[in-house]
């Protein structure tokens, strides 16, 4: 099977059939997922993506005063509404989409009200069949916009003039230039060479997006869609009551939410409200939810870098989540643990994000109960842990007795193979190499255990547990 991945928030509101605004995962052109913001609410019957949110006093900086044909990702990993930018390629693969059909501009998008926009006050829309420049640099043209209102002025399908300008001029209207050209729209007390949606080198507080230095402007693209439409009608009555945008911690909160059942990246909230991406595997392990908390290569793992447990706080590359590189924060993972749904955690070997169960079998496999073993985020020594299952080689046991191990600062969780034939349980596996390490550490390796097989091979830790759908 495919694992479906978005490429807009139109993508993702007819995958997952998602009525509430927020923090979502999409892939770009090169099949990366990164985290963007849906808007789903305040135009109905569209699906918007967020390509730019800028303070006033960044849109007045010299770097963003150029065109969206130009390349100025900012802060694409950290989606805030002070301080970012996708990158072109990025808006391109959004543009480029079949629902796209539509682009626009807002002030002061909230994120955390229901609708995000209380009235459509100084906000633009345009059609890509009127004005199909948006990422590439044009001069001056006349375009008959869907909508357009400032300050209270406002038409309905009315030539308005854009402007925008490889390294000078973000794309703007000049509202005394409106008024004298194209359809010559008349804004009253207008201020000598007034910007405004963007460029901003004359403003007026009057304008929403320039009433102060941090009012923002915020940049989408997408449209309108018979899909979006149809959902969005029968999610109505929903999505009128929903007040608080849901903001799940775990991969067990977003099962429950959007009631997917594929596995995938996916948009969780860590304790400080920031929106992170995170891996989710719903498939292989029927009956639970597992959110992935670190994943690395054997020649990561043998790292000293990593040769440390979960309670020593070591991210890596938590913007760009992969399979051979890659470690939530200690904050990020408690919060995870923290969570109620969060009952389990477990290691496997090689786990494939392309395919549809993500793990062919439970060879070489660990599965524990936080009831049977509550350090995984502490340091603790060896320790005696039954666990629900573990397979190493094919050698398996359920609710058998296994000495795991870890040490803050030189010993990453792991099992000394030799030492759990000689301790807790005595579980035995044949054809083991003298102090073997399995599911972490590395200091000896077998290369008949998948984790280390080669330089290549990956050994992914989850944190996650049962759901009831």
């Known amino acids: 099977a495919i694992v479906p991945k978005p490429t807009t928030c139109a993508g993702v509101v007819s995958l997952h059939k998602v009525s509430h605004n927020g923090y979502f995962s999409l892939y770009d052109s090169t099949n990366k997922p990164y985290l963007a913001f849906c808007d789903f609410q305040s135009d109905p019957g569209f699906a918007w993506t967020l390509i730019e949110s800028l303070s006033l006093s960044y849109g007045q900086s010299s770097t963003f005063r150029k065109s969206f044909g130009v390349n100025v990702p ?3 990993c950290t989606p805030n509404w002070s301080n970012y930018r996708l ?7 959004i543009k480029n989409a079949a629902s796209s059909t539509h682009f626009r501009a807002t002030c002061n998008f909230n994120s955390d009200s229901e609708k995000g926009l209380q009235n459509r006050r100084d906000y633009l829309r345009v059609s890509f ?73 004359a403003v007026n507080n009057q304008f929403s997006c320039s009433a102060s230095s941090s009012s923002t402007t915020n940049w989408w693209i997408d449209g309108y869609n018979y899909i979006v439409t149809k959902i969005r009608l ?40 920031k929106p992170y991406l995170a891996f989710c595997d719903f ?61 389990h955690f477990r290691a496997t070997c090689n786990f494939n994000s392309d395919s549809e169960k993500g793990l062919q079998n439970r ?90 097989a080669s330089s290549s091979s990956t050994t992914n830790w989850w944190i996650g547990g049962t759901h009831f759908d």
């Not at 054809?431 to 972490?440: A, K, L, M, P, Q």
């Open 74 to 76: 900012s802060n694409e």
């Open 234 to 273: 029968a999610l109505w009555c929903q999505s009128r009551t929903l007040a608080i945008v849901p903001k799940p911690t775990t991969c067990a909160a977003v099962r429950s939410l959007h009631k997917v059942s594929h596995n995938g990246y996916f948009s969780l909230h860590d304790s400080t409200n």
């Open 283 to 343: 498939q292989s392990d029927p009956g639970f939810a597992w959110t992935l908390i670190e994943s690395l290569s054997l020649s990561h793992g043998q790292s000293s870098t990593f040769r440390k447990s979960f309670g020593t706080n070591v991210p890596s590359n938590e913007c760009t989540p992969n399979w051979s590189n890659y470690r939530l924060s200690k904050a990020r993972m408690t919060t995870i643990k923290n969570a109620a749904s969060s009952t």
């Open 87 to 93: 990158s072109k390629a990025r808006m391109t693969t």
């Open 363 to 452: 060879r070489d496999y660990l599965r524990v109960s936080f009831c049977a073993y509550d350090h995984l985020l502490t340091v603790k020594g060896w320790t005696c842990a039954v666990v629900d299952y573990i397979n190493i080689r094919g050698t398996s046991c359920s609710k058998c007795s296994i000495p795991l191990y870890s040490h803050a600062s030189v010993h990453h969780l792991f099992i000394d193979v030799p030492y759990a034939k000689a301790n807790c349980g005595r579980f035995d596996v044949p054809n083991t190499v003298s102090g073997e390490d399995v599911f972490g550490d590395y200091r000896n390796v077998n290369n008949q255990f998948s984790c280390t």
């Open 129 to 201: 069949c009127a004005y199909d420049y948006l990422l590439v640099a044009r001069g001056w043209t006349c375009a008959v916009v869907d909508y357009i209102n400032i300050r209270g002025t406002s038409c309905s399908k009315c030539s308005i003039p854009l402007y925008s300008h490889a390294t000078s001029y973000h794309l703007f209207i000049d509202l005394p230039q409106a008024k004298s050209t194209c359809g010559r729209f008349d804004v009253p007390n207008t201020v000598s060479g007034e910007d405004v949606f963007g460029d901003y080198r």
